[in-house]
């Protein structure tokens, strides 16, 4: 079932889930013209808002209503939000015509996607020398590899019952598939950057990391104060300081549009 990402999700989302670093935007103005941009499954906007600062238009697109109105709130000029999944990108040919847009990026979303046909669609809206940057922004703070990643599963595998930890597109296998699928797609030059960081938590900042992903949405009210706490109880055990490390391994897919090549 897809993620629904509304009210308290949505919150945690606009408010936790981990924004993109400098160097990233770098990289993407280095392999893409950035004329006209669009960043589907934008969610709350942690890539499309800053984008718009090198870009010369943005649209983000995303099927949450919810997501959208906190990314609304930051009042971008070139920015339009666009309610919409990949499903309905071949909508946007009529709209915006084809060979329209520069560069299409799709951070930490197309687990949600079904990507053969998106790459597909999307090839018929990018001019050429535009293309297609499929981002994982770090991995999910459930799949570290820490005393506290592990207090994060046994605590929601108590109060959830047993649970599939996705890696929201951040496995090598995942990455994998995507590469060939955007080969398949006609796209050339497909490369993979990696921007590794490491990046340092607070109790808040890894319990709403977790929320962000809709964790509490099986439980009552009720149930969410026990979950709470059981988890920050936790979280206390496994890090006494309250300091959370977590490596970000950022891994940029990039493919490029040259239909005559």
């Known amino acids: 079932m897809i993620q629904e990402f509304a009210g308290d999700v949505a919150s945690n989302y606009a408010r936790f889930r981990r924004g993109y670093r400098t160097e990233f935007f770098d990289l993407l103005a280095a392999e893409f013209p950035l004329g ?6 934008c969610g709350t906007g942690q890539l499309t808002v800053p984008m718009a600062a090198r870009a010369g ?34 909508a946007l040919e009529p709209l915006l015509g084809p060979a329209s847009l520069d560069l299409v990026t799709i951070g930490q979303a197309l687990h949600w996607m079904d990507p053969g046909p998106l790459f597909a669609a999307l090839s018929r809206l990018l001019r050429p020398g535009g293309g ?20 994060i599963r046994q605590v929601s595998t108590r109060w959830l019952g047993a649970l599939d930890f996705p890696a929201c597109g951040s496995s090598d296998a995942e990455r994998a598939r995507y590469r060939d699928l955007l080969e398949r797609a006609g ?8 921007l ?12 709403g990391a977790l929320y962000s992903a809709g964790a509490l949405e099986k439980l009552d009210a009720a149930g969410r104060r026990g979950f709470d706490a059981d988890l920050r109880a936790a979280l206390r055990e496994a890090e006494p300081g309250g300091v959370f490390t977590e ?3 950022v891994r940029v897919l990039c493919g490029s549009w040259e239909p005559s090549a």
């Open 36 to 41: 006209r941009v669009l960043d589907l499954g």
């Open 57 to 90: 238009a943005m649209i983000g697109m995303d099927p949450s209503p919810d997501m959208l109105a906190h990314a609304r709130a930051a009042e971008v000029p070139n920015v339009v939000w666009v309610v919409g999944a990949d499903s309905d990108v071949p």
């Open 132 to 151: 297609v940057a499929v981002i994982a922004n770090g991995t999910p703070v459930w799949t570290q590899r820490t005393r506290w990643a592990t207090a």
């Open 187 to 194: 796209f050339t030059r497909v490369r993979e950057h990696r």
């Open 196 to 207: 590794d960081h490491t990046e340092r938590l607070g109790p808040d900042e890894v319990v």
């Open 247 to 249: 490596e970000v391994p």
